[in-house]
């Protein structure tokens, strides 16, 4: 089975942290995604990756960084955090982008006080 | 711009009833279809999927699909629900107009009254 790891499932941190969601795939999958769900607007894509090093901006990218140094780990990083930042981030992995399924990590909960 | 909506926010049924959950999109070309289901506490897991053949997809616990080309829509089914399809529903689709991006409807959250 493919495993979708997040490294926490609840995460509190304060306005203008530094924070860092960190996503480890165990099936080599080509591709890794963030996403952020709220309520009402299902889940929006802020960045993904094709490969080690490459990365392509989603829907949603002003506030987020990424990094993908290892195939198999795509870290998300909130620059400086912020009270609308708050939400439920998912990390997915997928073989390739046509005719293939995605998979899930738990998700993180994130709150920005 | 392109979507995919999903019509209803929130369903409530009693169990033993039917469900329909209606999908629409409108990407042209060749789509791939996605149900995604979100049980409480748990991750994303893939209900079902279309990429290609029989417009009927059936996936997992009893639900199934139906892919209209004709009607941009791709609609999820169940004859009979249990109390423990309490869950949230997504529908997604991807296509080379979404530069085989996955793009995400917004849910519908099924409860199912005992």
């Not at chain 2, 169940?78 to 997504?90: H, I």
Request: aromatic fraction near 14%; charged fraction near 20%.
């Amino acid at each position: 089975d493919v495993k979708v790891t997040q490294s926490s499932r609840y995460l509190v941190k304060r306005t203008g942290e530094k924070v860092f969601l960190e996503c480890v795939q165990d099936m080599d999958h080509e591709n890794m995604f963030w996403y952020r769900q709220d309520p009402g607007l299902g889940l929006r894509l802020i960045y993904f990756s094709y490969d080690v090093k490459m990365k392509e901006k989603g829907d949603i990218p002003e506030g987020y960084s990424v990094s993908r140094e290892k195939k198999e780990r795509f870290s998300l990083i909130l620059e400086s955090a912020s009270t609308n930042q708050t939400s439920m981030y998912l990390c997915a992995s997928s073989l390739g982008l046509m005719n293939t399924e995605a998979f899930f990590g738990q998700g993180t909960r994130l709150t920005v006080v | 711009a392109q979507s995919v909506s999903q019509h209803n926010h929130h369903v409530i049924l009693s169990e033993a009833a039917s469900l329909e959950l209606g999908c629409n999109y409108s990407y042209g070309g060749t789509v791939n279809l996605f149900w995604y289901v979100q049980y409480p506490g748990q991750h994303l897991q893939l209900l079902l999927k279309y990429f290609s053949g029989d417009p009927l997809v059936k996936g997992i616990k009893g639900f199934e699909a139906e892919f209209i080309k004709s009607k941009f829509s791709f609609n999820l089914r169940k004859p009979s629900v249990q109390w423990s399809d309490t869950a949230e529903y997504f529908c997604a689709v991807n296509a080379k107009d979404s530069n085989y991006q996955l793009i995400w409807g917004a849910g519908t959250k099924l409860i199912i009254k005992p």
